[in-house]
Structure formats: C-alpha cells, structure tokens
C-alpha cells in the first residue's frame, strides 16, 4: 500500500529547498478545491439552469448558461491586468489579498434572491468569482516558476492536481445530491465554499518566495518604472513565432473544447431529461475523479516532451469526449455520455499540467514567465467570451426551427476540436528539440 500510495503521489520527493513551499501550498489548495468542484462551469452552469428555471425565458436562461458555464475562460481576459499588476509586487501578499476577494464572492453567490434579478446577479457574481480565480492562477505562476525546477513544477502540480481532483469531484456529487432534495440547497453549499477558501488564505500567508527579492527587482528594471505595459504582449506575439503558432492553434483546438459544455448543459436538461446529480456526474464528477488516475501517466509524458508535442497526443482525448457526446446526444443513448465524460477527465488530467506549466517550455526567463502566461490565458478569455455563447446561440436556432435538432449543435465544437489536433500535430513535426531543462520524473 506504501508503494502504490508513493507512485500515486509522483514517487519521487521534492527537492529538499522546494519541501516546505510545497507542504504549505498543498494543504492551502487542498482547501481551494472545494469552492474549485462547486464552480467547474458545469456544475454551477447545472445549478443555475434548475434554480433560475421558472424566472426566465428559454433564451435568457440559455445565455445565462453560456455566460457561467464559459466564466472561467471568460474571466481570462483579466489575465494581462493580473499579470501586469504583480510585476514588482510580494507575491504572497497579492495572492491571499485576491483568495479573500474570491472568497467574498463564494459568499455573496449564496446569498442571491431566486428571481429574474438574482439570474442576473448570479452570472454577475459566478464571473466576478472567477475574475479572482484568473488573478490567483496568473499570479501563482510565477510562485511556482521561483520555487520549483521544471521537473518539481511537473510533480508538484501533479501531486496538487490529483488530490484536490478527489475533492472536487465529491464536492461536485455532494452539490448535485443536495439540489436534488431541495434546490434551496444552493445556499449553504456557496456559503460552506466561501468558508474554505477562506481558511486557504490564511493558510497560504505562511509560504515564501524563494529570491523573491531579485525576482522583484528583475521585474522593475524590466517595467522600467511603468506599471502596466500592454507593448510586452506585442513583442512576445511578434518576437517568439513558436509560441504564436502554439497560441493560434490553441485559440482553435479550445475553441471546440470551450463551445460543447454550455449546449450539452441544454441537451441533457432539455431533450434527454437526465436529474441534476446525473448531469454533475457526466460533466464534472466522473471526469474530474478520474484526474488522479491520470495525471501520474500524462505528468511521464509531459516531462519528457516540449508541451507542443505533448498536447499532439493530449487534445485528441478532447476530441474524443466531443464525439462521443455527439453520438450520444444524436442517439439518444445515455451510456455514449458516460464513455464522453470518461475521455474528458484523461483530457483534463492532461490539459491541467499543460495549461499550468505550458508557457513555461517558451521562455527561460523567470521574469517573463508571467506575462507569458498572462498572453496565453488572456487569448483563452477572448475565446471564453464568445464560443460558449455561439454554441448556445446556435442550440436555440437549431430547436427552434425543429425541436430535438439542437443536439447537432455539438458537431461544430467537434470540428474546431478535431482542426486544433490535426494543428498541434503539424506544429510537433517541426519541433526541433524539446525545451530545455527537460529532464524525466
């Protein structure tokens, strides 16, 4: 049991300057994935399609959908402010100040009235939530890019990520079961996510940056004294033709990956009648419980392979889940939606590592590593505002004309998903060598 419980959380150990960072963000992100499980855009894009049913017409509350279920690709759009705002600043500081903020607005989300205006409120409120959740990821990659070398990035990251998969997929069933008894439940469950993320900052106060000083003092001479400067991201996209290959791809494959959630939430209220709970278990707890089995095998392949040639293999997962969810939806059949949710969670084991360590493979300077990563997640924000709300736009037309037709809604997402892979691999043939630093697990 010691053995298998070593392999499962990485095998090897840390290195020993990296331990006692990597002890204290564990349990402060450990507490982070509850309110994590009950705002996965699926589960909150369940929720607020059952609350809100009765205030709205068919279309506000399939906007409505789109909006929260697309927020935290959304909210990415927040990532140049973020990215910007920490040049320069304690990390630490800046990161507890924004999970207090995050936690504020768990909070409020728990308290809205169930009525036309509290819709509106809740989409307000989901978005905003997730604004600070964009500001913790951008501002936390670069705490991980000055306290663990590329190889502990990749363990460390796995070890947090199949951990804190485990409870967000219980908080995910839990949430389900509970607005399945009574959908007053909704406020408690945001009040209780509130509170945990509360008890992660004050737990994650305690971390140190490791020469956070000169990181700091990089960052000025970089900014030579101005704040925000919106001209990095020109010349990253102008001066790294690598990345801005890897970014246009990606605007492609995500976009698939982005525009299929949002109308399958529809499908499987709307035209397969599927409860709440099982709706939660297709879109997020399955996938999400699966991350831990998985991550360990896509953390191997990540490690050794630039993230180019890794998500060549990864993003046909994606469009495996999008297929089969198609097929199911078109079919009628129920069990395609459980082979679908299975793909997804392999995509999202991998996806998770490659879109938090990613950037990193494009730049060998730690003063950069933000604004890199506030380029990347930004470009999925813009993507997150739109394709979420053309894959429900689409959805409605589609019903419209011919009720039970909107299922085929999901074929677009597979098309653009299927383009990105076909993109990914193209781009891996013309990978010279894999990034440096890259060493096996």
Request: net charge positive; glycine share 8%; with cysteine.
């Amino acid at each position: 049991m010691a053995r298998f419980l070593r392999a499962l959380l990485m095998g090897e150990p840390l290195p020993f300057m990296s331990r006692p960072h990597a002890a204290i963000e564990f349990r402060a992100w450990l507490l982070f994935a509850v309110p994590q499980g009950i705002m996965s855009g699926s589960v909150v894009g369940v929720l607020t399609r059952n609350i809100f049913a009765e205030q709205a017409s068919a279309w506000t509350l399939a906007l409505a959908v789109a909006v929260v279920s697309g927020a935290t690709p959304l909210a990415n759009l927040a990532s140049v402010f973020w990215s910007q705002l920490a040049q320069g600043r304690d990390r630490v500081r800046m990161i507890a100040l924004v999970q207090v903020l995050f936690a504020l607005s768990l909070v409020s989300l728990g308290l809205v009235p169930t009525s036309f205006v509290g819709l509106v409120l809740m989409a307000t409120l989901v978005v905003a939530t997730q604004f600070f959740w964009t500001g913790l990821l951008t501002i936390r990659s670069s705490v991980w890019r000055a306290n663990y070398d590329r190889a502990g990035r990749t363990r460390f990251t796995a070890r947090v990520l199949m951990v804190s998969s485990v409870v967000m997929a219980i908080t995910g069933i839990v949430t389900g079961a509970l607005v399945d008894l009574n959908i007053s439940y909704f406020r408690p469950v945001f009040l209780a996510a509130g509170g945990f993320a509360l008890l992660g900052a004050l737990s994650f106060r305690r971390l140190r940056v490791r020469r956070q000083r000169q990181l700091l003092d990089a960052e000025r001479l970089l900014m030579g004294g101005q704040r925000f400067r919106p001209a990095a991201f020109v010349q990253i996209w102008r001066d790294d033709p690598l990345f801005r290959n890897y970014l246009i791809v990606s605007f492609i494959s995500g976009s698939g990956n982005l525009m299929f959630m949002a109308p399958l939430i529809l499908i499987m209220n709307n035209n397969l009648n599927l409860p709440q709970v099982e709706q939660i278990l297709v879109t997020a707890s399955l996938p999400t419980v699966l991350i831990p089995l998985l991550v360990p095998f896509w953390a191997r392949v990540f490690a050794r392979r630039h993230v180019i040639a890794f998500r060549a293999r990864l993003n046909w997962c994606f469009a495996g889940a999008v297929a089969a969810f198609l097929a199911g939806a078109v079919s009628d059949w129920p069990p395609l939606l459980w082979i679908g949710s299975i793909l997804l969670g392999s995509a999202w084991a991998g996806g998770r590592l490659g879109w938090n360590l990613g950037h990193n493979d494009f730049t060998l300077d730690d003063e950069r590593a933000t604004e890199y990563m506030g380029l990347h997640v930004t470009l999925t924000g813009v993507r997150g505002a739109v394709v979420p709300l053309i894959g429900v736009a689409v959805y409605q037309a589609l019903e419209a004309r011919a009720p039970g037709t909107g299922v085929w809604s999901l074929f677009i997402a597979l098309a653009l998903s299927v383009a990105g892979c076909i993109g990914y691999v193209l781009l891996a043939r013309d990978l010279q060598a894999p990034p440096r630093g890259v060493e096996a697990l």
